[in-house]
């Protein structure tokens, strides 16, 4: 098993956010949150995480919008 530390934990996290996988991020971010040395890095791995799951939230009603309003525009060009 890797070096599960903050560190390790935070750096997954933000690079799940660089991929857009904001569900993951926030679940990073959580491990880390538990690991945090001090409650300084406690409050920046909770804000982070709430604010990933907010994305999510976000980007997966985006994309669903987008998807109907794509099917749309294609039925109409029939």
Not at 40 to 55: D, F, G, I, P, V
């Amino acid at each position: 098993m890797k070096n599960e530390t903050y560190l390790y934990f935070a750096n997954a996290a933000i690079q799940k956010e660089k991929e857009e996988k904001y569900d993951l991020a926030a679940t990073y971010w959580k491990r880390a949150k538990y690991l945090a040395a001090d409650l300084k890095h406690r409050l920046w791995a909770q804000y982070n995480q709430e604010n990933n799951k907010e994305r999510h939230l976000l980007h997966h009603s985006h994309i669903t919008v987008l998807s109907r309003y794509m099917n749309k525009q294609a039925a109409n060009d029939d």
